[in-house]
């Protein structure tokens, strides 16, 4: 049985045999055009990330609400560095930001913070503030809110064929034991489920370089409305049109 979204509002997401069926378990975005929002406005590009930052926050709360079990977030890329000096440095003090005012609720709601990317490639102060609400939120069970900060997937991919080779090299792993879970366990993604639904607004209609081994089956939502004007309506739609869907994973529905 199928319920309408607000249902699941009203009920929370609790009964695992009806309602959260149809929900997709893990929810991707790429949080894009922040930077247009602002020029439409007049306004600098830093003012977008503020705003994008505000409907983080919001889209948080829906997704915790609706009981998704997994939220990633495309906050930074491993392309973002070629943007000007100046604003790469705003970027890079967001995650402190936003923790010093988010991780105490965060906490309180059961949250569980990782962060998947080169951390390496951080400057240090980033390093440590994502490091310390990853450590503080370790234990908790409830929503998984996974930040793709430095991420690139092909970056990704080598760093797991890099292990991989390794192992093998070693005698701790057989070339033939290689599977298709080898390589997922190898991702940064390894304790997480595939997303199930990608959300990229602002008309922008790539991947770019965001998870690309594990949006292989993933349902993909695209839109024009840009990242800091998404709202409750615009999560509820894109979930709604993953309901709609058959997901056959290439097979023939019986
Ligand atoms: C960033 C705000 C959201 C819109 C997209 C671009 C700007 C939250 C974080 C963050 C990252 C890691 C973490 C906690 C918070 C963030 C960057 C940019 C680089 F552990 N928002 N946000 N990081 N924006």
């Given at each position: 049985?199928?319920?309408?979204?607000r249902?699941?509002?009203?009920k929370?997401?609790?009964?695992?045999?009806?309602?959260?069926?149809?929900?997709?378990?893990?929810i991707?975005?790429v949080?894009d055009?922040?930077?247009?929002?602002?020029?439409q406005?007049?306004?600098?590009?830093?003012?977008?990330?503020?705003?994008?930052?505000?409907?983080?926050?919001?889209?948080?709360?829906?997704a915790d609400?609706?009981?998704?079990?997994?939220?990633?977030?495309?906050?930074?890329?491993?392309?973002?560095?070629?943007?000007?000096?100046?604003?790469?440095?705003?970027?890079?003090?967001?995650p402190?930001?936003?923790?010093?005012?988010?991780?105490?609720e965060?906490?309180?709601?059961?949250?569980?913070?990782?962060?998947?990317?080169?951390?390496?490639?951080?400057?240090?102060?980033?390093r440590?503030?994502?490091?310390?609400?990853?450590q503080?939120?370790?234990?908790?069970?409830?929503m998984?809110?996974?930040?793709?900060?430095?991420?690139g997937?092909?970056?990704?991919?080598?760093?797991?064929?890099?292990?991989i080779?390794?192992?093998?090299?070693s005698g701790?792993?057989?070339s033939?034991?290689i599977?298709?879970?080898?390589?997922?366990?190898h991702?940064?993604?390894?304790?997480?489920?595939d997303?199930?639904?990608?959300?990229r607004?602002?008309g922008?209609?790539?991947?770019?370089?965001?998870?690309?081994?594990?949006?292989?089956?993933?349902?993909?939502?695209f839109?024009?409305?840009?990242?800091?004007?998404?709202?409750?309506?615009?999560?509820?739609?894109?979930i709604?049109?993953?309901?709609?869907?058959?997901?056959?994973?290439?097979?023939i529905?019986?």
């Open positions: 049985m199928r319920l309408p979204l249902d699941y509002f009203r929370k997401n609790t009964d695992k045999s009806t309602a959260s069926d149809q929900l997709p378990r893990h991707a975005i949080m055009g922040n930077g247009r929002w602002a020029k406005r007049g306004l600098p590009r830093t003012a977008g990330h503020h705003a994008g930052m505000v409907a983080l926050r919001r889209t948080i709360r829906y609400e609706l009981g998704i079990q997994v939220l990633t977030v495309y906050a930074f890329s491993t392309e973002n560095w070629k943007r000007p000096r100046l604003e790469v440095d705003f970027l890079m003090r967001l402190s930001e936003f923790l010093k005012t988010d991780l105490a965060l906490k309180e709601k059961n949250v569980r913070v990782t962060v998947i990317g080169d951390r390496e490639g951080l400057p240090h102060h980033t440590d503030s994502v490091h310390k609400a990853e503080e939120t370790a234990g908790n069970t409830g998984v809110l996974n930040f793709a900060l430095n991420y997937s092909r970056a990704e991919l080598l760093h797991a064929i890099r292990n080779v390794e192992k093998v090299s701790s792993l057989d033939g034991d599977d298709e879970t080898t390589i997922s366990n991702l940064f993604t390894a304790s997480l489920p997303p199930d639904l990608l959300i607004p602002s922008e209609y790539r991947l770019s370089n965001f998870l690309l081994w594990q949006l292989a089956y993933a349902e993909l939502w839109s024009d409305v840009y990242w800091p004007d998404f709202d409750k309506v615009h999560l509820l739609e894109a709604e049109a993953y309901q709609r869907r058959d997901r056959r994973y290439g097979g529905k019986l």
